[in-house]
């Protein structure tokens, strides 16, 4: 509970903090989105300029329903620029606590939800490219394929992962994105289907200042114990460069079995 609360106030104050910044900064107006993954659940519908390399990375709180909370950290996502439209995907991540819980792009088995510790690390690698420009009723679009093979825990399959991400540019610079992901994951005993479907509004405030509001479900299929987890998430980032971001997001589970709360703070930088 304690843990709880401290992540609840470190937001707020976060929040807070860059709005502030939002405010007394925006006539510097340095326009820019990094269109970092890690902004929201939805991913980013573009790819990353060739010969440009993006960082992403991200500490994530959850309180699980059950049992002890989940600690992730680094969520380190780096993504290389191949040619205009495909991009190499590299990341690391170490988790302490995982339940099943997805709320970020690091994906999980699904443990005994009353063991009291479970500590995992994974590698992803993967890549995204481009498949479509918005034109008229046509979204701009792209496809994400990536491996995550755990190097310590109890499951230690590669789990393979694909996403579709499509997204329309609205009027006064808003932007709608959808995606839809499924993953071949392990559990306890068996492997087992997982859909995640989700739907992001986001809505500049300023050149450097961007808030979304979201909504995502994962649910699994052919698992032991079949499970459907959906969350609420408002999230904000702010650029202080045109190459550094930072950003936050917050969510609360809306289905019985998610987990009541959850945190992320993160940035990504472009080099």
């Not at 609205?170 to 068996?190: F, H, K, M, Q």
């Not at 609420?232 to 550094?244: A, C, D, E």
Request: net charge negative; aromatic share 14%.
């Amino acid at each position: 509970m304690a843990l709880k609360l401290v992540a609840t106030l470190v937001c707020i104050w976060s929040i807070c903090i860059w709005a502030a910044l939002g405010f007394n900064r925006a006539a510097a107006g340095e326009p820019g989105d990094l269109g970092t993954d890690r902004d929201a659940f939805t991913p980013s519908t573009h790819t990353v300029d060739p010969g440009t390399v993006l960082s992403e990375g991200s500490y994530v709180f959850i309180d699980n329903p059950v049992g002890l909370p989940t600690n992730n950290y680094p969520e380190l996502l780096v993504r290389v620029g191949g040619n205009d439209w495909f991009e190499w995907r590299f990341g690391v991540n170490y988790g302490v606590g995982s339940q099943g819980n997805i709320v970020t792009s690091v994906e999980v088995g699904e443990g005994p939800l009353k063991r009291r510790s479970l500590y995992e690390s994974s590698v992803l690698y993967g890549f995204k490219a481009d498949v479509s420009d918005q034109d008229g009723l046509l979204p701009e679009s792209c496809f994400i394929m990536e491996g995550s093979t755990p190097t310590y825990g109890e499951a230690f399959g590669t789990v393979p992962v694909a996403t579709y991400v499509a997204g329309y540019e609205l009027p006064a610079g808003w932007r709608l994105d959808t995606a839809i992901r499924y993953a071949y994951s392990e559990g306890v005993i068996n492997w087992f289907d997982r859909w995640t479907p989700s739907v992001v509004l986001r809505v500049p405030l300023t050149d450097r200042w961007e808030v979304h509001a979201e909504y995502f479900d994962t649910f699994t299929k052919r698992n032991v114990v079949d499970v459907n987890r959906a969350f609420f998430s408002p999230g904000t980032h702010y650029m202080l460069t045109k190459n550094f971001e930072i950003g936050l997001r917050v969510g609360w589970g809306v289905t019985e079995a998610a987990a009541p709360f959850f945190s992320d703070a993160g940035c990504g930088w472009r080099w």
